[in-house]
Structure formats: structure tokens, C-alpha cells
């Protein structure tokens, strides 16, 4: 993201705060911290959600996907931002906000990588492109916006479909699973856990070394605690994060895995200490409980114990006889 000022323009936007809600406004100065220098940025959800709305999902601001898309397709409607496929024809969506450098003027502006709607690259200050307000489909933007960034198909270019030789089946051989390490597989956690998907690369190249630091620190601290109680490193870990992380959302708090996860780890390996002492005690109550009575049970069936018992109650019948009830009235 990058640092942008803001001029009272924006205030002086009828159309913007008649129709926009304070989500919606919020949202659209965001934007200009994605976007080049030119106003030019790639359309992604998920990144939207990352970069603007990391916060916001807890009880008092909870920001979805669902939600992003629409307001992104209310600032569509009323044409201040237009959403389109690259010009020069890679599979990337892209979206120009409408007057982006009426207010935003950098100083010293960077030479943008990725193209306006009409295939310009140079910054201009009263760049309004025609096509940009008048010639754009709006049913084709509102397609754009709900994929949501991600291009599923790849159409191939009549140049490809040339030089694109016919593919030969291969047979399937059998390959051996890779077994993943623990901090691989707490890692595959840590992505499901947040929403992200196993397989996003993006995410992967921008943020994994990052957590990969984090956890390491946290299964590194909680490998006494595995070795003491008998437990799986990697399961304890995993406890750990979701215990925590509830706590902090029932507070409505924001976490991070470096920050309030780490802070609060100590008070939490006391209180697993505690719980896992009453568990072991109440295990070996019930463990006594369950040999006695099964003692009791063994001795019951035995032959010996049985013959014992019926002297027993013998001699009680012969010490107290029991009387008639005529015996009673005489």
C-alpha cells in the first residue's frame, strides 16, 4: 500500500456521499493506497480484504467478501471507479479509479506497471479517458466483480491455438506422499484457520516467511510443555492458537500470531498445566475405581466365594429363624 494524501475534493463529491455509505467511503479512499501513481491497481477481494479490511472481522466490524463485491459494484454504478481486463491482453482485472490524480497528485510519480483503460501507461493530472465514463458495458463490469479477481479459464489467442502442439496422455504413476514437516503442516492450519486457501501462491509469497518465523517461535515454546504432559508438539500448537484466538474475539480484540498470540501464551501453558493435572488425577481415580470393581465382580463369579457366601447365610438362618405369622397371634 502506499501513502496518499487527502485533498477536500473528495468532500466536494455530491454524488459520492448522497449515494455511498461510511463503509462504502472508506472503501474508496482505500483504493487510492493500492492504486499506481495513474490510479491503476489489480482487482482482488481477497487482497482487498488483507490490505483494507484486515481488522474487520470481529463482532463490531465484520467484513465479508459478499460485502466487499457490492460496495465495490456501488462505486462502479455511480462511475467512480471502472473495473476492466488488461488492454494489452495478460489475464489480469483491473480497476482505474475516475479522476484518481484531480486528488492525488504525487510529487514524484513512479512509472506505472500496469495499463489504464485505453492501454496508457503516463501519468497525467487530467487524464479522463471518453471510454472510461461513456463506452464501458456496465453488465460486463458487474461479471468482472464477481469473479472476484480470480480468472478460472484461460482463453487461448488464435497465435497459441498455432503453435500449440497436440498433448500425449501420460499414464499416471504411482507417486509417494511427501510427508510435510510440523511446521508445514501447522502452517496449512494456521491458512485454513485465517481463510485462506491451501493452495493460494500470492499469499504465500508475501506473508509465509513472516508467519513461518512466528510459529517456529511458538512450537519451539511449547516443546516442554509436549514433552512433560505426553503430547503432540503440533496438536498443542494448534490448541494454543484456537483457545487464544477465541478469547481475544470474545473481547473483541484483534490478534496476531506474533503479537497478542505470543503475549498471551505464558498464562495459557499455566492454565493447560492445571487442566492436564486434574485430567490425569480424575483418569487415575477412574482407572482405581474400575480394578476394584472388576476385583469385586472376578470374586463374585468365583465358585470358592459363592459356596462361602451360602455358608454364610446358613448360619444367619439357623441363629434367626424366621417366625410364622400364627406364632405371632399366639
Same mark, same amino acid.
Given at each position: 500500500?502506499?501513502?496518499?494524501?487527502?485533498?477536500?475534493?473528495?468532500?466536494?463529491?455530491?454524488?459520492?456521499?448522497?449515494?455511498?455509505?461510511?463503509?462504502?467511503?472508506?472503501?474508496?479512499?482505500?483504493?487510492?493506497?493500492?492504486?499506481?501513481?495513474?490510479?491503476?491497481?489489480?482487482?482482488?477481494?481477497?487482497?482487498?480484504?488483507?490490505?483494507?479490511?484486515? &481488522?474487520?472481522?470481529?463482532? %463490531?466490524?465484520?467484513?465479508?467478501?459478499?460485502?466487499?463485491?457490492?460496495?465495490?459494484?456501488?462505486? /462502479?454504478?455511480?462511475?467512480?471507479?471502472?473495473?476492466?481486463?488488461?488492454?494489452?491482453?495478460?489475464?489480469?482485472?483491473?480497476?482505474? /479509479?475516475?479522476?484518481?490524480?484531480?486528488?492525488?497528485?504525487?510529487?514524484?510519480?513512479?512509472?506505472?506497471?500496469?495499463?489504464?483503460?485505453?492501454?496508457?501507461?503516463?501519468?497525467?493530472?487530467?487524464?479522463?479517458?471518453?471510454?472510461?465514463?461513456?463506452?464501458?458495458?456496465?453488465?460486463?463490469?458487474?461479471?468482472?466483480?464477481?469473479?472476484?479477481?480470480?480468472?478460472?479459464? &484461460?482463453?487461448?489467442?488464435?497465435?497459441?491455438?498455432?503453435?500449440?502442439?497436440?498433448?500425449?496422455?501420460? *499414464?499416471?504413476?504411482?507417486?509417494?506422499?511427501?510427508?510435510?514437516?510440523?511446521?508445514?503442516?501447522?502452517?496449512?492450519?494456521?491458512?485454513?484457520?485465517?481463510?485462506?486457501?491451501?493452495?493460494?501462491?500470492?499469499?504465500?509469497?508475501?506473508?509465509?516467511?513472516? &508467519?513461518?518465523?512466528?510459529?517456529?517461535?511458538? %512450537?519451539? &515454546?511449547?516443546?516442554?510443555?509436549?514433552?512433560? *504432559?505426553?503430547?503432540?508438539?503440533?496438536?498443542?500448537?494448534?490448541?494454543?492458537?484456537?483457545?487464544?484466538?477465541?478469547?481475544?474475539?470474545?473481547?473483541?480484540?484483534?490478534?496476531?500470531?506474533?503479537?497478542?498470540?505470543?503475549?498471551?501464551?505464558?498464562?495459557?501453558? #499455566?492454565?493447560?498445566?492445571?487442566?492436564?493435572?486434574?485430567?490425569?488425577?480424575?483418569?487415575?481415580?477412574?482407572?482405581?475405581?474400575?480394578?476394584?470393581?472388576?476385583?469385586? #465382580?472376578?470374586?463374585?463369579?468365583?465358585? =470358592?466365594?459363592? =459356596?462361602?457366601?451360602?455358608?454364610?447365610?446358613?448360619?444367619?438362618?439357623?441363629?434367626?429363624?424366621?417366625?410364622?405369622?400364627?406364632?405371632?397371634?399366639?
Amino acid at each position: 500500500m502506499r501513502d496518499r494524501m487527502s485533498r477536500k475534493s473528495i468532500y466536494e463529491d455530491e454524488l459520492i456521499w448522497t449515494t455511498l455509505s461510511f463503509f462504502e467511503i472508506e472503501y474508496f479512499r482505500g483504493l487510492w493506497h493500492i492504486a499506481t501513481d495513474i490510479g491503476v491497481g489489480i482487482y482482488s477481494v481477497r487482497e482487498f480484504k488483507r490490505s483494507i479490511f484486515y &481488522y474487520c472481522d470481529n463482532k %463490531i466490524n465484520n467484513v465479508t467478501h459478499k460485502d466487499i463485491k457490492e460496495g465495490f459494484r456501488r462505486m /462502479v454504478k455511480i462511475r467512480r471507479v471502472v473495473i476492466y481486463k488488461d488492454p494489452h491482453g495478460s489475464d489480469k482485472i483491473l480497476f482505474w /479509479v475516475v479522476n484518481f490524480n484531480k486528488n492525488q497528485r504525487p510529487p514524484k510519480p513512479t512509472p506505472s506497471t500496469l495499463p489504464r483503460p485505453d492501454g496508457s501507461f503516463k501519468y497525467d493530472k487530467d487524464f479522463v479517458p471518453a471510454t472510461a465514463l461513456k463506452e464501458f458495458d456496465y453488465k460486463a463490469q458487474d461479471a468482472l466483480i464477481d469473479t472476484e479477481g480470480i480468472i478460472d479459464t &484461460y482463453e487461448a489467442k488464435p497465435e497459441d491455438q498455432k503453435s500449440r502442439k497436440p498433448e500425449k496422455k501420460k *499414464t499416471a504413476s504411482p507417486q509417494k506422499e511427501k510427508q510435510l514437516s510440523i511446521m508445514q503442516e501447522y502452517m496449512l492450519f494456521f491458512k485454513e484457520y485465517i481463510g485462506i486457501p491451501a493452495d493460494d501462491k500470492e499469499w504465500d509469497r508475501q506473508y509465509y516467511k513472516k &508467519y513461518v518465523r512466528d510459529a517456529t517461535n511458538l %512450537i519451539k &515454546y511449547l516443546q516442554d510443555a509436549a514433552g512433560k *504432559t505426553g503430547t503432540n508438539v503440533l496438536d498443542l500448537a494448534k490448541q494454543s492458537t484456537r483457545e487464544i484466538v477465541k478469547s481475544l474475539k470474545n473481547k473483541s480484540l484483534s490478534w496476531s500470531l506474533q503479537g497478542a498470540v505470543m503475549k498471551a501464551l505464558p498464562e495459557w501453558k #499455566i492454565q493447560y498445566y492445571k487442566r492436564h493435572a486434574q485430567a490425569t488425577k480424575y483418569t487415575a481415580a477412574r482407572k482405581k475405581e474400575e480394578a476394584e470393581r472388576k476385583q469385586l #465382580i472376578d470374586e463374585s463369579n468365583n465358585p =470358592e466365594h459363592k =459356596e462361602f457366601v451360602r455358608g454364610l447365610m446358613e448360619d444367619y438362618r439357623k441363629k434367626h429363624p424366621i417366625r410364622s405369622k400364627n406364632n405371632d397371634k399366639k
